[in-house]
């Protein structure tokens, strides 16, 4: 079965700092990994995805994340905080292995960017 | 193109009430689901359909139907409202059951008093 931890509920950061939002997965098969942002009271939106290739994906906004096979994990990073950062993050992955599988969730992690 | 749409925004029912949340898409996807979304909980799949004609279930698909006659409507049917379906309700679409990226709707906001 597939799964995703998502182990901190909020992350604080000060504006102008580096920031790292945690995530590990767990899939029968290889994984296609996403992280999706959600602003208050509107929809999730596609911020990047990992699906093979280079470990290091860059994405919209400044934002990059770390494939690391033999960790499972996923963790999205920015070099330099913005308080416009202030969101709620969710990881997911699919098993490529199994198509036309859904996506699955973390329980999201709260990024506050203080000035 | 509008992109995935869901109406309505706000909803309130009682308890026992039924009601139809709206999802419709035009960008021609043939994957769609239904989500919901609880404090601390994520999102949790309750019903997704690969084409038309064909729906299959997710985690959390108790008290819900959802019918595909149409690739662009996904209709969510909650069929006896109760307190514990109050939450934010997400259509989302993706082009094939193996694209990559899912586009969301902007959510349903439902509380059942």
């Known amino acids: 079965a597939q799964s995703v931890a998502q182990p901190e509920d909020q992350v604080n950061v000060a504006e102008g700092n580096p920031l790292t939002v945690k995530c590990t997965y767990s899939?029968?098969?290889?994984?296609?990994l996403f992280w999706y942002v959600q602003y208050p009271n509107r929809g999730l939106q596609f911020l990047l995805k990992y699906i093979t290739g280079d470990n290091l994906v860059k994405g919209s906004y400044g934002f990059e994340a770390e494939f690391n096979k033999s960790q499972t994990s996923f963790h999205l990073k920015k070099p330099s905080a913005l308080v416009s950062d202030s969101a709620l993050y969710f990881c997911a992955v699919r098993d490529s292995d199994q198509a036309g599988t859904a996506l699955i969730f973390g329980k999201g992690t709260t990024l506050s960017v203080s000035s | 193109n509008a992109g995935v749409t869901q109406t309505p925004k706000f909803q309130v029912l009682k308890t026992g009430q039924s009601m139809t949340l709206q999802c419709a898409q035009d960008m021609n996807h043939e994957y769609m689901s239904w989500y919901r979304q609880d404090p601390g909980m994520g999102l949790r799949l309750i019903h997704y359909s690969v084409g038309a004609g064909i729906t299959d279930q997710g985690e959390v698909p108790n008290g819900y139907n959802v019918s595909r006659s149409t690739t662009e409507d996904f209709p969510l049917r909650l069929l006896s409202a109760a307190p514990s379906q109050t939450s934010v309700y997400f259509c989302?679409?993706?082009?094939?059951?193996?694209?990559?990226?899912?586009?969301f709707g902007p959510g349903t906001r439902l509380t059942v008093t």
């Open positions: 989302a679409s993706r082009p094939t059951r193996d694209s990559y990226e899912q586009y």
């Open positions: 899939v029968s098969g290889n994984p296609y």
